[in-house]
């Protein structure tokens, strides 16, 4: 249980920097973007024509000067959709670190994900309503990487922890050792060969 505090506390304080600030100037400037550049977090707000996305979290891509829209990949989707600067709002930036763990938990979800492809596995679909961050990559090690074995998602979750919280040790995971579950070293070792 230990291992679920790390990941929490240290996810917990990548996804709570939710704050946003408004991605327009102020006064006369109209739809001048104020903060907006690739790689800025944003949260979409005030869509009519797609309430649904409002509330989104997402990254800008790329600027659309022709349509004078910018792309965003939202959270969880492979693609940009383009969106007013009016509709955008800056989320407060994360740490260095805060962005290098995101960037690292995400290269294993992606591994595993690859996994399942290339071996046509069947895994469970994640449950309604759950946000990407640390509750979704602890319930997929436990229900879909571990196959619902606590024991062994604890033991998951505890290599991952200490790799969390000593980024430059080793992490002394018997990755060569044949008994070692070949899907789950994937799963760590795409953690560790992100930058």
């Known amino acids: 249980q230990a291992c679920s505090g790390v990941l929490r506390g240290d996810m917990a304080a990548a996804s ?10 102020g006064g006369g400037g109209g739809d001048t973007p104020v903060g907006l550049h690739v790689n800025t977090k ?6 009519e024509s797609r309430p649904d996305l409002n509330g989104a979290l997402g990254v800008v891509t790329a600027f659309d000067a022709e349509k004078g829209r910018w792309g965003v990949r939202l959270d969880g989707e492979a693609t940009s959709k383009l969106f007013k600067p009016s509709n955008l709002e800056v989320v407060e930036s994360f740490s260095p670190e805060q962005t290098r763990l995101g960037q690292r938990l995400r290269a294993c979800m992606d591994a595993d994900m690859e996994w399942v492809k290339t071996h ?5 679909p994640f449950p309604d309503g759950m946000e990407e961050g640390d ?4 319930w997929h090690i436990e229900h879909n990487l571990c196959g619902g074995h606590q024991e062994f998602a604890n033991c998951v979750k505890e290599g991952l922890a200490d790799m969390v919280q000593h980024p430059d040790r080793d992490p002394q995971i018997p990755f060569d050792d044949p008994e070692f579950d070949p899907r789950v070293a994937n799963f ?8």
Do not use: N
Request: glycine content about 6%; hydrophobic content about 50%.
């Open 16 to 25: 709570s920097s939710s704050e946003a600030l408004p991605a327009r100037g």
């Open 42 to 47: 944003v949260k979409i707000a005030g869509l």
């Open 120 to 124: 046509d596995l069947k895994i469970l």
């Open 135 to 138: 509750d979704l990559i602890e």
């Open 188 to 195: 760590l070792k795409a953690f560790l060969k992100t930058p």
